[in-house]
């Protein structure tokens, strides 16, 4: 193993000695920015080695029930993500964050767009409101460009199913006392959100699990899973193996609450409510509604100077159907960051499990797992830097014993060297 892993270093060491050659001489200076416009971009290539499996334990964008992306060996390119930013006047606000991805997909989407007033404080407080597509605050850990992660390549399993299947297209309104004005060291920010279009949330999450990875869906795009063969008979056979998470079907409003408390800035957290609000009866487009609903605490603490713990648990439930599909989930991580001169390294810890609660017949999506993910990151400059990632899954998905001789426990892994850009 020790032999296979400096063979994959060096062979990673050449690659990206090359990768280097080319990019390095790039003039990334961009052509001068309009005033109170501001444009920020981050991407990341990548040299990947992967635990071989069977045909299907392949990532579900492929049609398997993996739930690590990658699926091949080699050369890979994640995400390349694009924020801009407009001030049109002192209180209003536009935002528009963008992708290319290749996975599941190749394509270039919007994954949010929303416009802000914030208009001056009123004795002390500060009102502000959005409107338009995009996620709630609820994330610590994915706090960097375009609702990426500044930890990892990866994000949690909890982030990684928000990214895929959650994105509210409302309107969020913000009232925060900020505890410098009034002499305290105690902030508060109160957050509500009234929203539509996010009616098939749940789908992925019941039939493949949890998953971890940095992809975020485009709005409108269709996420590709199993063809279990469950969905091709009986009260599923309507339900096809892909899902548009931000259809809107059902013309029912979906809700969401939340409050943050900072204490002076070593101390955060983030308690929401989320509820879409779904008719599980509705069927339109080839898309059932979901009624889905959970509660997402997160925290943040500056444990040093230099070590800093982020952590969120998310329980939930939902459900699909005439009862077809009932399931609930739990899933919770801590991460830990360690800023070591130029260094960086992270170590993250990922639990979650799906209870199925249903009594639909050869459709069991009962579900477990845990993971690691241990990344290191080096600046080679102010625009790139470059990373090693491994990630190591095990999960336990009843659901692949709808076929025969496919494993409902198992073991996934991957290594990537990553060479990280990045423009602000």
């Known amino acids: 193993m020790l032999r296979s892993f400096m063979s994959f270093?060096?062979?990673?060491?050449?690659?990206?000695?090359?990768?280097?050659?080319v990019m390095l001489p790039i003039n990334c200076m961009a052509a001068e920015v309009t005033p109170g416009v501001s444009i920020k971009a981050k991407g990341d290539v990548s040299l990947v080695k992967i635990k071989e499996q069977?045909?299907?334990?392949?990532?579900?964008?492929?049609g398997g029930t993996g739930q690590l992306a990658e699926a091949g060996n080699g050369l890979q390119f994640g995400p390349q993500l694009l924020a801009l930013g407009l001030e049109a006047t002192d209180h209003l606000f536009a935002t528009v964050n963008a992708q290319?991805?290749?996975?599941?997909?190749?394509?270039?989407?919007?994954?949010?767009?929303?416009?802000s007033y914030r208009p001056l404080p009123f004795s002390g407080y500060r009102f502000s409101t959005r409107a338009g597509w995009f996620y709630p605050a609820m994330s610590l850990e994915n706090t960097d460009t375009a609702w990426s992660s500044p930890y990892s390549s990866s994000f949690s399993a909890i982030n990684s199913w928000l990214g895929e299947e959650l994105r509210a297209r409302g309107v969020e309104l913000?009232?925060?006392?900020?505890g410098r004005f009034f002499?305290?060291?105690?902030?508060?920010?109160?957050v509500a959100g009234v929203f539509q279009g996010n009616d098939p949330l749940g789908s992925i999450l019941s039939w493949r699990g949890f998953a971890i990875h940095p992809y975020q869906s485009n709005i409108g795009e269709r996420v590709r899973f199993s063809n279990y063969p469950s969905i091709r008979s009986g009260d599923l056979a309507a339900q096809p193996d892909w899902v548009q998470p931000t259809r809107e079907l059902d013309h029912r409003f979906g809700y969401y609450a939340g409050v943050h408390w900072l204490y002076r800035q070593d101390t955060e957290l983030r308690l929401y409510h989320y509820d879409n609000n779904g008719d599980p009866l509705v069927l339109r487009h080839g898309q059932y509604a979901w009624d889905t609903r959970f509660q997402s605490l997160a925290l943040q603490h500056q444990l040093h100077d230099q070590l800093r713990l982020v952590g969120q648990y998310l329980s939930g439930s939902t459900e699909m159907g005439p009862k077809a599909v009932v399931v609930d989930y739990q899933s919770w991580f801590l991460l830990f960051n360690l800023q070591l001169d130029n260094m960086q390294w992270t170590l993250r810890y990922d639990h979650f499990i799906q209870q199925d609660k249903d009594q639909f017949p050869g459709d069991d999506n009962n579900g477990n797992g845990h993971g690691w993910t241990l990344a290191w990151q080096y600046p080679l400059s102010s625009t790139f830097a470059v990373s090693l990632e491994l990630n190591q899954l095990h999960s336990s998905q009843a659901s692949r014993a709808q076929w025969q001789d496919w494993p409902v426990a198992q073991?996934?892994?991957?290594?990537?060297?990553?060479?990280?850009?990045?423009?602000?």
């Not at 069977?54 to 492929?62: E, N």
């Not at 002499?183 to 109160?190: I, N």
Request: net charge positive; charged share 15%.
């Open 100 to 115: 290319w991805h290749n996975k599941p997909s190749s394509e270039f989407g919007i994954t949010e767009a929303w416009v």
């Open 9 to 21: 270093i060096s062979h990673c060491y050449r690659q990206l000695s090359l990768l280097l050659a």
């Open 54 to 62: 069977i045909p299907g334990l392949r990532p579900w964008w492929q």
């Open 411 to 424: 073991t996934f892994s991957q290594l990537q060297l990553l060479l990280n850009w990045r423009y602000d």
């Open 183 to 190: 002499q305290s060291e105690h902030s508060y920010q109160f």
């Open 174 to 178: 913000n009232l925060s006392r900020p």
